[in-house]
């Protein structure tokens, strides 16, 4: 792991918070997913916010990381196999792990899709990155 372009992997990180600041935002699912939610766009300033971008930027590098890892393993090297490689990971990781939470916790379909459809398009927009900046 230490092998990895951390610079291209820190940009990932980069580009997942700004996509994260988009898609939940007024203009685009940020409403949709505060009512899904129960919340309102208001509670999304209570809290410690430089404790929960700190935490995203974490779990976030983690991620990176660990994708980078696994199209270095997997020896892909152009950007369709990196956007097929984040595709794999979104389809057998991460919308099963938030499917299954949603259908224990009770949450509406709607709110799966916006939640999971953010780490399926983050997952896609890295593995070009990883692809291209080597």
Same mark, same amino acid.
């Given at each position: 792991?230490?092998?990895?372009? *951390? ?11 700004? @996509?994260?600041?988009?898609? %939940?935002?007024? =203009?685009?699912?940020?409403? =949709?997913?505060?009512? @899904? ?7 999304? =300033? ?6 929960? %971008? ?33 595709? &794999?990971? *979104? ?12 259908? %224990? ?14 780490? @399926?398009?983050?997952?896609?927009? &890295? ?8």
């Amino acid at each position: 792991m230490l092998a990895l372009n *951390w610079v291209a992997v820190i940009v990932c990180v980069v580009v997942f918070m700004i @996509l994260g600041m988009i898609w %939940y935002s007024p =203009q685009f699912f940020g409403r =949709q997913w505060a009512s @899904l939610s129960g919340k309102k766009m208001s509670d999304m =300033q209570k809290g410690s916010i430089g404790m929960m %971008y700190g935490l995203t930027f974490l779990l976030g590098l983690v991620m990176a990381g660990m994708l980078a890892n696994v199209i270095r393993y997997a020896q892909v090297t152009s950007p369709l196999g990196g956007v097929k490689t984040g595709l &794999w990971m *979104w389809i057998g990781f991460i919308a099963p792990t938030m499917g299954i939470n949603a259908i %224990y916790q009770g949450k509406p379909k709607q709110l799966f899709l916006i939640d999971s459809g953010y780490f @399926l398009v983050a997952l896609v927009l &890295w593995g070009i990155i990883l692809t291209v900046w080597k």
